[in-house]
């Protein structure tokens, strides 16, 4: 607990105690609710917030220009907006936002094209939770 006896009432960490990390922004976008849902399950990291999910491009794309998140989760294969248009279109408007592929299309044709458009790493579906959180890592490093 910051403030104690040394630093009383001052609200200030203790000198050497890491300042808590601004949260990081995290939208999730796939088609499927049950993968939406096991990401933000899965996910361990304690400055990572979901603000959102979306079950296509589309959508992702409007809750993207509300909350402007700093990572996305992004399916490939969805309706009305594919992710590779996704991308490429998030992308367009913030070119900081980091960008995590996952997809059951594992071919490298498709993952190129996908860090092409702005992605930023790319994971297999199925993935472990371990697998999840090492990407997720990666990318907000």
Known sequence: MWGASANKGRGAPPAGAAAPRAPIKMLI???SNIVRRRIERSQQFDNLVVIGSAANGVEALEIFAKTDPDVVTMDLTMPMMDGIECIGRMVAKRPSVRILVISALADKATAVE???RG?????N????DRQLNEAIEELIR
Not at 119 to 123: E, S, T
Not at 125 to 128: E, N, Q, Y
């Open 119 to 123: 992605a930023n790493g790319f994971l």
């Open 29 to 31: 976008v796939d088609d």
């Open 125 to 128: 579906k199925p993935f472990t």
């Open 114 to 116: 996908a860090m092409e």
